[in-house]
């Protein structure tokens, strides 16, 4: 068999694997098993060799992807990356997020039932239903892990969970498993008295105090906009965007998924917002269901850039002379199947806030063109 023969046969191999995982480099493979055939040995010997490489590296699924957001090591194309740390004691970390406040035991969680959530009042969250695509895009890495502790605070008049997770599984971004990560979540489970303080509701209806007294016994679900409240012990899927509520804590981009083994549970656990929920995000019912989703919108998502958004809508400003409004006061939001008046397709939301709390937003298309624009008047 001639070189060039060999060649075309070890590709119409790797080929035939491509058909079934698309996510294959098919020339970088091929480079590389011919690389591995180099040896001062007979043609013969360096075709067995080659072939044999090649057949490893593919059964293996030991493959480099690489793009220009991210460089990631995988070993099944459904798990994007098994870079690991040394995996933690769990005890001692339990140890450690008590003594900051956290709640490291499920039974330390009061038992609320979920269905006592407020219900969905604002028309903005109704504008649009997130999609599964929208939540990859959003966001800055998504995990698999198991919550070690959570804290839950208020500040600013919102409620937020605050949750360390122990990473088992990285889907997208650089978190490596048995890494900690630290996200926040919108709602709590905070007491009756606090959600009256919250929302000034003694001043409203002149309560006393020892009305006030006897709502400190109670505990309610707070603003939970997004989706189930994470728990100690939960296993779950995180999609975890630009910070919000406190700085450089990454914040949920989606709704949180709950596992049972591999099993999807409480999607949308108790949430009145299940009419709001992706009809695709529904039907999940496992993790390899959720894995191959990821992958495809993994991949989607290197022809979306953030940073390139950030730019066409700052160059905007600066033409309307609005210089107060910077890159880091910005925040990006992809919407796949936006359903504003008279419109039903692909958007970027570029949203700004100065110091003094002024907010302006501008909204792009799919190309990066100007569709809209909520400029108000101020400079």
Request: charged share 30%.
């Amino acid at each position: 068999m001639e070189d060039k023969d060999f060649d075309e046969f070890i590709k119409s191999k790797i080929n035939k694997e491509l058909q079934i995982r698309p996510q294959l480099n098919i020339e970088k493979l091929l480079q590389e098993s011919i690389n591995k055939s180099k040896i001062k040995k007979s043609r013969i010997i360096k075709q067995v060799f080659a072939y044999v490489a090649a057949l490893i590296l593919i059964v293996s699924g030991v493959i480099l992807v690489t793009n220009k957001d991210e460089k990631v090591a995988t070993k099944t194309p459904e798990t994007i990356n098994l870079r690991e740390n040394k995996k933690p004691d769990i005890e001692l970390l339990k140890k450690q997020f008590a003594s900051e406040g956290y709640k490291v035991n499920s039974s330390e969680v009061k038992a609320i039932d979920p269905g006592n959530e407020g219900d969905p009042t604002a028309q903005f969250d109704i504008a649009f239903i997130p999609t599964l695509k929208d939540y990859v895009f959003n966001s800055d890495f998504i995990v698999r892990g198991r919550v070690i502790g959570v804290n839950y605070l208020i500040k600013d008049k919102v409620a937020y969970t605050k949750a360390k997770i122990l990473v088992e599984k990285s889907y997208l971004g650089q978190k490596k498993v048995n890494e900690i990560v630290t996200i926040t979540q919108t709602g709590a489970i905070i007491s009756h008295y606090d959600q009256i303080i919250l929302h000034e509701i003694d001043k409203k209806f002149n309560m006393s105090k020892e009305e006030l007294e006897k709502t400190k016994k109670d505990y309610v679900i707070e603003g939970a906009f997004d989706g189930v409240l994470l728990r100690p012990e939960d296993s779950v899927v995180i999609f975890a965007g630009q910070p919000w509520i406190e700085d450089n804590v990454n914040h949920i981009t989606g709704t949180t998924m709950k596992f049972n083994g591999q099993n999807i549970i409480n999607a949308n656990e108790g949430a009145h917002f299940e009419y709001l929920i992706d009809k695709e995000i529904q039907d999940l019912d496992t993790e390899q269901e959720l894995e191959e989703k990821l992958i495809k919108y993994k991949y989607e998502k290197k022809n979306y850039s953030r940073e390139k958004a950030i730019n066409v809508a700052l160059n905007e400003l600066a033409k309307n002379g609005y210089s107060s409004f910077t890159k880091e006061s910005s925040r990006v939001y992809y919407h796949s199947n936006w359903g504003g008046i008279g419109e039903k397709s692909p958007s970027i939301d570029v949203d700004f806030e100065n110091k003094d709390g002024d907010h302006l937003s501008i909204t792009l298309s799919e190309n990066y063109e100007i569709i809209r624009k909520h400029l108000p008047s101020i400079r």
